[in-house]
């Protein structure tokens, strides 16, 4: 489809300035870069459940964990698991959502070696 698509943009006080990378990310689904500026909207200390997330789009349960998986993949989420004291039983998650490309040591770092004793 080749028709030129005018897009005309209404505003209200309802909005923030979004930092465009994910936007413009062609390797990105649209599904992924919907929850990213979803996660990237809400106020810092936000706390959210997995269900919520579910009950906020018609996406099914499997769509919305690919479009995560994909944000983790992608270097734009890191999930961290966080446990409940000495028992060692998961307390929740902890997501950190970023604008730009994170790099972890698991996507292009080996992991460090310990230095060798002399």
């Given amino acids: 489809m ?3 698509i005018r897009l005309e943009q209404k505003h209200n006080k309802k909005y923030k300035t979004i930092y ?7 390797e990105l689904s649209w599904k ?8 990237m909207s809400r106020p810092p200390g936000w706390e959210l459940r997995y269900n919520d997330l579910l009950n906020r ?3 099914s ?9 994909e944000l983790k993949t992608a270097g734009y989420l890191d999930i961290e698991r966080l446990d409940n004291g000495d028992k ?3 307390a929740g998650y902890k997501w950190i959502v970023s604008e730009t490309v994170v790099k972890t040591q698991t996507q292009d770092e080996p992991c460090p070696r310990k230095p060798e004793s002399g």
């Fill in 32 to 39: 992924a870069k919907g929850l990213h500026l979803y996660l």
């Fill in 20 to 26: 465009l990378e994910t936007v413009e990310n062609t």
């Fill in 57 to 59: 789009a018609k996406d």
């Fill in 88 to 90: 060692g039983l998961c």
């Fill in 2 to 4: 080749s028709e030129l």
């Fill in 61 to 69: 349960k499997s769509s919305l964990s690919t479009a995560i998986k």
